[in-house]
Nanobody
């Protein structure tokens, strides 16, 4: 079992920066890939970013590339999402997820929420215009 707890959400203004955190525990969280997804009201859950176990490989949705940065600290069992220049339309619940594979899947798979094995409860981000 892997437990994931997100934190860092809140109310910000468009253009602000924010850092989300995901604390992982159980099994060997630091050995597997992790991802961030988001879900706005009435919309499907969508991929934001992913990172492999070591942190050397990352992937981003086109809409957040160059503004968001995913990182991890395996000594602390933490995964982070630094969000810069956030936009109003990025208001959503942000979820951390773990993908229990020892390799970094190919792009279609690592962006597919159905491929992930464990999920946190989510943290709400509200961006005011």
């Amino acid at each position: 079992q892997v437990q994931l707890v997100e934190s860092g959400g809140g109310l910000v203004q468009a253009g602000d920066s924010l850092k989300l955190s995901c604390a992982g525990s159980g099994r060997t969280f630091s050995s597997y890939a992790s991802g961030w997804f988001r879900q706005a009201p009435g919309k499907e859950r969508e991929f934001v970013a992913a990172i492999n176990w070591s942190g050397r490989n990352t992937d981003y949705a086109d809409s957040v590339k160059d503004r968001f940065t995913i990182s991890r600290d395996n000594t602390k069992n933490m995964v982070y999402l630094q969000m810069n220049s956030v936009k109003y339309e990025e208001t959503a619940v942000y979820y951390c997820a773990a993908l229990l594979r020892l390799y970094f899947p190919s792009r279609p798979s690592r962006q597919d929420p159905a491929r992930y094995d464990y999920w946190g409860q989510g943290t709400q981000l509200t961006v005011s215009s």
